[in-house]
């Protein structure tokens, strides 16, 4: 079953933006918090952005005044605005539930920032 579908990586230059989206099962959205997660080559996964259901959000310090999550209910899709890019947020980001993921991740979302 799919649960997770992200969209809207790319490569873009440093100072660009991208907005990531990421489509969620009804049945997972309705219930949880959402959060966007990030993995490169060499990390672990690591929590980026937190949106709570009724629409709160936090941020890792590294992204705060740059991300912005937010989820439009009427879609169950969570979006990831980014901003002022630097190559060091190059990862995949991926969505899922929080404060505990679900088991199964999607196939995340690409996001080079490079010259």
């Known amino acids: 079953q799919v649960q997770f579908v992200e969209s809207g990586g790319g490569l873009v230059q440093p100072g660009g933006s991208l907005r990531l989206s990421c489509a969620v099962s009804?049945?997972?959205?309705?219930?949880?918090?959402m959060a966007w997660y990030r993995q490169t080559a060499v990390n672990q996964r690591e929590l980026v952005a937190t949106v709570t259901r009724g629409g709160s959000s936090d941020y890792a310090d590294s992204v705060k005044g740059r991300f912005t999550i937010s989820r439009d209910n009427t879609k169950n899709t969570i979006y990831l605005q980014m901003n002022s890019l630097r190559p060091e947020v190059t990862a995949v980001y991926y969505c899922?539930?929080?404060?505990?993921?679900?088991?199964?991740w999607g196939q995340g979302a690409q996001v080079t920032v490079s010259s």
């Open positions: 899922n539930t929080y404060v505990i993921p679900q088991t199964y």
């Open positions: 009804r049945s997972i959205f309705n219930f949880y918090n």
